[in-house]
């Protein structure tokens, strides 16, 4: 069992930084590819960005890339998304989630645990 809770949301003007934390509990974050999804209000909830289970390899959605940034620290038992340039349209609650497959997990599916959410808004 893993458990997944996600800091460093809050309110930041359009051109600000955020960095998010997901810290997961147990022994076995390292067996796990991680990735963040995110919702805003009366939408879906999309992949964001994934990272491979040693951090090697990684994936973005096209309207991130080149201002977010996902890592992780297996030895901290945690992940990142450094997200840089927001944009109001950024605003939305981000899930960090656990897959035991990389390639599923950068098309959303067969996801093992999804952490709580936080909330970024990005206002104008």
């Known amino acids: 069992q893993v458990q997944l809770v996600e800091s460093g949301g809050g309110l930041v003007q359009a051109g600000g930084s955020l960095r998010l934390s997901c810290a997961a509990s147990?022994?076995?974050?390292?067996?796990?590819?991680m990735g963040w999804f995110r919702q805003a209000p009366g939408k879906e909830r999309n992949i964001v960005a994934a990272?491979?289970?040693?951090?090697?390899?990684?994936d973005y959605v096209d309207s991130v890339k080149g201002r977010f940034t996902i890592s992780r620290d297996n030895a901290k038992n945690t992940m990142y998304l450094q997200m840089n340039s927001l944009k109001p349209e950024d605003t939305a609650v981000y899930y960090c989630?656990?897959?035991?497959?990389?390639?599923?997990?950068?098309?959303?599916?067969?996801?093992?645990?999804w952490g709580k959410g936080t909330l970024v808004t990005v206002s104008s």
């Open positions: 989630a656990a897959s035991g497959s990389f390639a599923s997990l950068r098309v959303g599916t067969n996801i093992r645990y």
């Open positions: 147990g022994r076995t974050f390292s067996s796990y590819a």
């Open positions: 990272i491979t289970l040693s951090g090697g390899g990684t």
